[in-house]
């Protein structure tokens, strides 16, 4: 039995005076890592920046710094078309992509040759676009749907594509160009390259905050959610997409993320990071600095005080 004295969601825990410590404390990493770069709209983003927010079961919300500052959610975006993708074509899906960690850099080409065109899971490049494809194939307006399918989940209508970083990537796109003609190539392509990427830029470019973060993933935290409670295995359903977040959420650096946070999560190059504690909490962090893996070097480190503070850790 967890004790409730380090329950996060039991009275005793003050959720507020663990932020604001974190606040404070994690400002000595900035200048250790580098905004993006390789996008250059997201180069524009001051780097010394930092917002966190947690949202308990019950339904509390507790926030510090930029929280609701809207920014660029990049690979996040992952997980909400992995969980769109699965509604419109289940287990089918699992057909076009496994579910094993990579090991190699989200954008990497190698494995996926000698793979024949599967790639190693939904979280990296070549299997998020994999993804993408389901969603263009099934939608007369994909990236329109994606929008709004986010908002639902947040409740935040103002959760919205930025063309700006949308139109940056895809003119600097090569990488992601050549997974997509790759995977086209080798037969787990259903729709043209071109218009699946548009729709992928369109994705990742979705600006939102860490409070909408919270909102949206709750229903991975809280299996009663209304939204999950209308699929057919709600608790299969958040256990699995929990299962690859903690696999494969945070890329060739989710072994590392595991034995210093050990909780299910998605990072994105935009410098935010969501975590999910299931039956107690989501919690998301932002702030722009990245170490060589493309994940927030103060994003992960308030991770990891907030479940050593707070003892939370599911694992
Ligand atoms: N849009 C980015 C890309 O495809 C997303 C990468 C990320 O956030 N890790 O490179």
């Not at 580098?34 to 509390?60: C, N, W």
């Not at 690979?75 to 992995?82: C, D, G, P």
């Not at 050990?262 to 702030?287: C, D, E, F, M, R």
Request: proline share 5%; glycine share 6%; aromatic share 8%.
């Amino acid at each position: 039995m967890r004790d409730a004295q380090t329950t996060p969601c039991a009275p005793q825990t003050d959720l507020q005076a663990v932020l604001d410590r974190i606040a404070q404390e994690v400002p000595e990493a900035y200048g250790q890592g580098h905004v993006a770069d390789y996008i250059p709209e997201l180069k524009r983003v001051s780097p010394q920046q930092f917002g966190m927010a947690v949202r308990t079961v019950t339904g509390e919300e507790f926030v510090v710094g930029a929280a609701d500052h809207q920014f660029s959610i990049q690979s996040i975006s992952k997980l909400f078309t992995l969980i769109l993708a699965l509604e419109i074509n289940g287990e089918e899906l699992w057909t076009r992509i496994n579910r094993e960690p990579s090991g190699m850099r989200f954008n990497s080409l190698l494995l996926l040759e000698s793979e024949n065109g599967i790639p190693r899971n939904p979280f990296i490049n070549a299997g998020a676009i994999v993804v993408t494809d389901t969603i263009t194939e099934h939608s007369s307006g994909p990236a329109k749907r994606i929008e709004q399918f986010i908002a639902n989940l947040s409740g935040n209508p103002l959760n919205r594509i930025d063309e700006r970083v949308t139109a940056s990537e895809k003119k600097t796109g090569y990488l992601n160009a050549a997974i997509a003609n790759l995977l086209k190539a080798m037969g787990n392509l259903r729709c043209e390259p071109e218009d699946v990427l548009n729709c992928y830029f369109k994705h990742c470019a979705m600006t939102m905050s860490c409070r909408d973060l919270v909102r949206a993933t709750q229903c991975l935290a809280n299996r009663e959610d209304a939204w999950f409670q209308r699929k057919p295995y709600p608790h299969q359903t958040a256990r699995r997409i929990n299962a690859l977040l903690l696999t494969c959420g945070l890329y060739d650096a989710v072994g590392n993320f595991a034995f210093n946070v050990g909780l299910p999560a998605k990072s994105g190059v935009g410098g935010g990071i969501v975590a999910v504690a299931p039956n107690q909490y989501t919690v998301a962090v932002w702030s722009p600095e990245l170490d060589d893996y493309g994940n927030s070097v103060l994003g992960q480190l308030a991770l990891e005080k907030f479940v050593t503070y707070t003892a939370s850790a599911v694992l």
